[in-house]
T-cell receptor, first 114, second 110 residues
């Protein structure tokens, strides 16, 4: 079955530690995204990538880093520079050029800083 | 920039009809999307409008007026499982970055 897989689903981190969230898709989509969602709020864009080996900052990129070495993979690292990292993180993808541009989401990763 | 507004919360009764409004202010437009998100889960795609008018999909319909920067999602024959957040999102024409509204949390009561 095609889809997007995020891992881990739950993650706990101590202050000062970097953590990496995995996102893998087998939909053959060119574009991939990372969003952050805080309780009761909408989605905010962290980083996005429209093609392999290229990515752009979103609205709240500070304290985060990404890579896009393969079409299928778009991992997100939450660094110790991110002051308030506790949140629900969503990875998404869509096919470039499609009229509908429907976003497909992974199941999300919930990060808690202890 | 982009600005999208939705009501924060709504309550409706099982079997009723509810309309969730979304207004947007953008310098460009390339489609409006509605997503459903149950608590703790990922959003799922509901509908897409790029031209003015009504799109119907079973119990769900979505309407768009580009001149007014306005859309609504209409849910008919409400069921308890429709209790969720409903996200309105706009895609600008110059790229593929979706901009999401704050979401409307709908509670369906028996």
């Amino acid at each position: 079955d095609g889809g997007i897989t995020q891992s881990p689903k739950y993650l706990f981190r101590k202050e000062g530690q970097n953590v990496t969230l995995s996102c893998e898709q087998n939909l053959n989509h060119d574009a991939m995204y990372w969003y952050r969602q805080d309780p009761g709020q909408g989605l905010r864009l962290i980083y996005y990538s429209q093609i392999v080996n290229d990515f752009q900052k979103g609205d709240i990129a500070e304290g985060y880093s990404v890579s896009r070495e393969k079409k299928e993979s778009f991992p997100l690292t939450v660094t110790s520079a991110q002051k308030n990292p506790t949140a629900f993180y969503l990875c998404a993808s869509c096919a470039s050029g499609r009229n509908t541009g429907e976003l497909f989401f992974g199941e999300g990763s919930r990060l808690t800083v202890l | 920039g982009q600005n999208i507004d939705q009501p924060t919360e709504m309550t409706a009764t099982e079997g009723a009809i509810v309309q969730i409004n979304c207004t947007y202010q953008t310098s460009g437009f390339n489609g409006l999307f509605w997503y459903q998100q149950h608590a703790g889960e990922a959003p799922t795609f509901l509908s897409y409008n790029v031209l003015d008018g009504l799109e119907e999909k079973g119990r769900f319909s979505s309407f768009l007026s580009r001149s007014k920067g306005y859309s609504y999602l209409l849910l008919k024959e409400l069921q308890m499982k429709d209790s969720a957040s409903y996200l309105c999102a706009v895609r600008p024409p110059w790229g593929q970055n979706f901009v999401f509204g704050p979401g409307t949390r709908l509670s369906v009561l028996p």
